[in-house]
């Protein structure tokens, strides 16, 4: 039972949390194309607009590895901290085998988190297997990546 309070207050009814704000961000919105290519360098641009018919880039735009570009041109790619695998994150906040992206037959692609300790995150939120659309947000470990389709630069114009 304890001690009771010194002022008769009930102490049950007295609760005090504490939140570490710092880590939280916003959960990012659907970004506009024009949006998205002022993010780029013209190099990087450039790399999406020649991208292969079917294929997808991963672009880290900020945080740990910035700058760092992923081609997306198989059907299965393994996404971890195993040497072997097909996207290579060096970090303790990775999984050997964090997640897999693949693409269907008509060109779409999916993430699939591969029961990742610290999880796989689309657009800020937890999934275990979401579609992938042009513009998103994939959280790995430490690593922010964004999603780029050539398919949809044409298609939608610049």
Request: hydrophobic fraction near 35%; proline fraction near 6%; aromatic fraction near 6%.
């Given at each position: 039972?304890?001690i009771p309070p010194i002022d008769g207050?009930?102490?049950?009814?007295?609760?005090?949390?504490?939140?570490?704000?710092?880590?939280?961000?916003?959960?990012?919105?659907?970004?506009?194309?024009?949006?998205?290519?002022?993010?780029?360098?013209?190099?990087?641009?450039?790399?999406?607009?020649?991208?292969?018919?079917?294929?997808?880039?991963?672009?880290?735009?900020?945080?740990?590895?910035?700058?760092?570009?992923?081609?997306?041109?198989?059907?299965?790619?393994?996404?971890?901290?195993?040497?072997?695998?097909?996207?290579?994150?060096?970090?303790?906040?990775?999984?050997?085998?964090?997640?897999?992206?693949?693409?269907?037959?008509?060109?779409?692609?999916?993430?699939?988190?591969?029961?990742?300790?610290?999880?796989?995150?689309?657009?800020?939120?937890?999934?275990?297997?979401?579609p992938l659309h042009h513009g998103d947000?994939?959280?790995i470990g430490k690593y922010r990546l964004?999603?780029?389709?050539?398919?949809?630069?044409?298609?939608?114009?610049?």
């Amino acid at each position: 039972m304890g001690i009771p309070p010194i002022d008769g207050s009930n102490p049950s009814s007295e609760l005090t949390s504490t939140i570490n704000v710092s880590s939280l961000h916003a959960v990012p919105g659907t970004r506009e194309n024009s949006e998205l290519l002022a993010l780029l360098s013209p190099e990087e641009s450039a790399i999406i607009s020649a991208l292969p018919e079917r294929a997808a880039m991963l672009i880290s735009l900020s945080g740990p590895g910035r700058g760092s570009r992923y081609l997306l041109d198989q059907d299965h790619l393994a996404i971890g901290r195993d040497p072997a695998g097909a996207i290579f994150l060096d970090d303790i906040t990775v999984s050997r085998k964090h997640c897999e992206i693949s693409r269907s037959n008509d060109g779409k692609f999916e993430i699939n988190d591969l029961n990742s300790l610290n999880g796989t995150y689309l657009n800020a939120i937890s999934t275990v297997k979401s579609p992938l659309h042009h513009g998103d947000e994939v959280q790995i470990g430490k690593y922010r990546l964004t999603f780029f389709q050539s398919d949809y630069l044409e298609n939608k114009g610049k």
